[in-house]
Every structure is written in structure tokens, then in C-alpha cells.
């Protein structure tokens, strides 16, 4: 059961600076100190940290405890407070309290619709300032060992997101529609209504940008979120929420779990949120989507697919690209690059050797290449023996465990490998399933093909589960159109630039070609996944002079 427990973070909440309201005021804290608990550089076996919970405006303890193991060296360095399913009755009663017509929505409680705005004027002001973004780049490496300009970029992101939503912008995601009626006094209006009470659940890879970017959606829309964040990151996502309160974020709008699956599950069970959001592996979400008969959102894994057309050039910058998208942030994000397609003409260039250069230059001492939190060393050299049994594949670079090092045994660690593999034998039944099996590390198939086997790579295509992110690496304008015209995926990069990940808050990131994919960052995907539509029919008359009651019909 729970145990009450009032933080560091809630008694500084008292202090002089803080007693400014940021909520009542502009006046934005001056120091990190004013929210975070932690010390990003501290944190280790010799001082390991706490992670608690939050439910019904207070931060709480649990009579149990998961222990985070340091992704880097092993070292016991978080302690984070989990919930069993004894515990979940204070969650279940918090988002229960809130009605399905949610916290607010167009006729009710407007004004905090302006506070959200405020909210998140503040917020991405906090995360601009040099000495908090740092804090929170530093704080996502040591739990999610990515380089610095990857971890950096996640907290750019999330700050450029919350700058898109000042001001007027969040009651603008509210805008409604009217249609005139059929006569005097009649007319129908759209508009966006919250669900009431909802679930977010994100993964490990994104510990800040995924889950601020979707809780901060569901809020704007007027719902009561409980979320859940993988334990071994959810530090951060603490740490955030503690300065979104410094901001204005009234305690009691956000429940925050640390949980296991089997205990998350009960919650949803118990507490019936209107809507899920999840966010992480198809084998889970589709799990979910059973259990919660089928009111859910989902971003889930995503094998995702690069084709280089047959317009030769720009080969040291293609290189690059194609070395970011299967190998930053070790190959663990569910945009990365997992079946590159090379058009015959890119045969006599030194595309691949380039492509083993980059690779190789990645090391573990500046984190562009690390630890891989889901998949086992022994696990990854396992699929790579099975591909390279299928005639004619072969090891074009990579395929050994990284050396020296002291990430432990739990987590993979290999370095940046990419497997050639024949496109008559990828499309075969008994090899396409091995050969599209996500691995989420630092793990490539490369093929080729000939013009015209283009309809051959389109089928393969076709065939896949999972249409998350693609790449069309080409300024053939008459290419583009068949491949585009003959694919679904949500987010699709087009043209000489084009590159499977990025997701940047100034478009649309999500899958398609499923009814229930959700999208992140936009207000087109903020107004799909976190409303629904309900139409109101005004007729107040008058009614027709002299109007008779008419013949029955």
C-alpha cells in the first residue's frame, strides 16, 4: 500500500521564490532548484536516486521498490517507487472522479483553456534556458545512454512543442463549426469534446519528448491523464512534471504510475479510462487493444523501410543520412532505418563502403554508439546467424559485441551491423517474417534492386504490418509518385533529403493505414487522438405561425 510521503520538491514549494506563483504570475524560478530533486551528474551507485509517484495532487511512496541498474556500468542507481496491484485503489479513485465530459471542454471552465496557453509559455521558456536544458540532456543520457545531440534534441523538440502552444494556441485546438439548419433558428455546430478520463503509456527510448508532447495534448483537450513511463527512464519524466507545477500545472490534473505491466494492466481494468494511449511494442498493443476493447490510440513499432531511387548523387550526404537513421541513438527509435533498398545505379558508387566508415567511427565513449535497453548482445548475434543462413547474404559491416566496455549482461551492446540480403530471397514466405523481425538496436538488412524488380519492392512493402516512417531518397519526380502512390506510411520523407527519423514538433508522426494509429505533435494529431467530435443542433425556433399538428407518418 502507500505510503504518504512529502518530498524535497513539495516543502521547496513553500520557499520565498516559489511562493511567487508561476501560475499567478510571470515570474518564472531562477534556479534549478526550484523543481528538480535529482542532480543528473550525481546520480550513482555510490548516491542513487529516488522515483516517486503522483496521485491526487500528492507525491507518494510505494512499500515496494524496482531497483535501476546503470545502463553503463551495472551499479544499482535508482530506486524507483513501483505500485503494486494492492495499490492501485487511489489511481483508480482519481480518474474515476473525473466525468466523462472531462475537466473542461467549450462550455465549461473555458479560462483553462488560457491557462494551458500560459502554462506552456512558461514551461518552454524554462526548458530554453541553458542551465535546464542541460539538466535534462544530461539527465536522459544517463538513463537512456544516447550522445549528447541526440539527448539535446529531444529537449529542443519538447521546448519548440510547448513554445507552438502559447498564448491562444491551446483553446484554438477547440475551434468549432457551424452549419446552417434547414430553418429559422436552426443550426448545427462540431465541436471538439475530451474523452474525460484517459491513459498515457510510453516507452523507454524518448523519456521526455513522447510522453510531455502526449500529456500535454490530452491536457490542452480538457482530459485527466494517468501516465505511465517505463520505469528504468521515468525519472525524467518526474523531473518534468515537477517543473510543469512550478509552472502552473495544478497538482491534481496529471496522476503519474510507476507500475509493472501485469499492475498497469489492473488499473486500466479497474479504472475504465475513455481512451489509452500507447506507445511502444506491436505484441503489447495489440494485447491492449483486445483488453480494452478497443478504445485505444496506438504508435506502436515500426520496421521501417528506405528506397534510394535510381537518381545517383549527393553520395557522401545520402551516406550520412542512411548512417544517422539506422545508427543514432543505437538504432533505438521506432523510426530508425530497417530495410534500405538500393537502386542498381548505386552499384558502382562507394555508397557502401561509406556506409561502413560512418559506422565505424561511432563509439562508446561519446555514446554514439551504447547500450540497447531491449534486446540482448547474445539475442541480436542470434537473428544475424539465422539471416546470414538464407543463399546469398552476407556481413557487410558490424556483427561483433562492442569491447571493453561494462554495460551489463541484461542490455546488448554490438556494433552499428548491417546485413545483405538478395531481394528474391527477402521476398520468399519462409524468409520474409525473419527478415522484417524488428530488432530495436543498431541492426540494418541492405538489398538491391534493379528497375524493373521495382514492383517486386513494392510488394514487399505491402506486406509489412507496421507502417510507421519511410523513405523515398529521390528527386525523380516520376518515382516519387509510383512509390508514394503504392505505400501507406504515416510519416513518409520524400527527395533528395529525405531520412526516416526526426520527428520534429512542426509535423505530423504517427502510422497509418490503421483506424486506430495515433499521431504526435501536431494540432491535427493532438485533435485526433485526445477528442472526439460531438455535434450540437440548436433550434429555438420560432415555431410557424398557424402550424398545425400534422397527419401521422
Known sequence: ?????????????????????????????????????????????????????????????SSNSNTIVDPLNGESFIKVAEVDENGIQPFV??????????????FKAPERYLMYGDISTKAAHMLSLPKVSDFFTRLIQ?????????????????????????????RFLARSFAVPGNHLGQQSHGFRWPYGPVAIITPFNFPLEIPVL????????????????????????????????????????????????????????????????????????????????GKIKLEDAGFDWKILGPDVQQEDYIAWVCDQDAYACSGQKCSAQSLLFIHENWSHTSLISKLKDLAERRKLEDLTVGPVLTVTTDTMLEHMNKLLEIPGSKLL????????????????????????????EIVKDKNYELVTKEIFG?????????????????????????????????????????????????????????????????????????????????????KLVWSCHREIIYDIGPVPKNWEIPPST
Open 442 to 526: 543498431p541492426f540494418q538488412i541492405v538489398t538491391d534492386y534493379k528497375s524493373s524488380q521495382l514492383s517486386i519492392v513494392l510488394d514487399a512493402l505491402e506486406r509489412m504490418h507496421a507502417h510507421l516512417t519511410a523513405a523515398v531518397v529521390s528527386n525523380d519526380p516520376l518515382f516519387l509518385q509510383q512509390v508514394i502512390g503504392n505505400t501507406v506510411n504515416g510519416t513518409t520523407y520524400a527527395g533528395l533529403r529525405a531520412r526516416t527519423t526526426g520527428a520534429p514538433q512542426n509535423h505530423w508522426f504517427g502510422p497509418a493505414g490503421d483506424p486506430r494509429g495515433a499521431g504526435i505533435g501536431t494540432p491535427e494529431a493532438i
Open 93 to 106: 479513485e482519481s480518474l474515476s472522479s473525473c466525468p466523462k465530459h472531462g475537466v473542461h471542454n467549450p
Open 1 to 61: 500500500m502507500f505510503n504518504f510521503v512529502v518530498t524535497r520538491g513539495v516543502r521547496a514549494s513553500s520557499s520565498p521564490r516559489i511562493i511567487c506563483s508561476a501560475f499567478s504570475s510571470f515570474n518564472l524560478p531562477r534556479s534549478l532548484h526550484s523543481f528538480a530533486t535529482v542532480d543528473a551528474e550525481e546520480i550513482s551507485g555510490y548516491k542513487p536516486s529516488e522515483v516517486l509517484n503522483l496521485v491526487q495532487g500528492k507525491w507518494v511512496g
Open 214 to 293: 502526449q500529456l500535454m495534448g490530452a491536457l490542452y483537450m480538457g482530459n485527466k491523464p494517468v501516465l505511465k513511463v517505463d520505469s528504468k527512464v521515468s525519472i525524467v519524466m518526474e523531473q518534468m512534471l515537477r517543473l510543469l507545477h512550478t509552472c502552473g500545472l495544478p497538482v491534481e490534473d496529471v496522476d503519474f504510475i510507476n507500475s509493472d505491466g501485469k499492475t498497469m494492466n489492473k488499473l486500466l481494468h479497474e479504472a475504465n479510462p475513455r481512451m489509452t494511449l500507447f506507445t511502444g511494442s506491436s505484441r503489447v498493443a495489440e494485447k491492449l487493444a483486445l483488453d480494452l476493447k
Open 397 to 424: 559491416f558490424g556483427g561483433q559485441p562492442l569491447k571493453d566496455h561494462s554495460i551489463p549482461s541484461i542490455y546488448g551492446a554490438i556494433k552499428p551491423t548491417a546485413i545483405y540480403v538478395p531481394l528474391e
Open 142 to 170: 544517463r538513463v537512456s545512454p544516447k550522445s549528447y545531440q541526440q539527448a539535446f534534441g529531444e529537449v529542443y523538440v519538447t521546448q519548440k512543442f510547448l513554445e507552438n502552444f502559447c498564448g491562444d494556441q491551446v
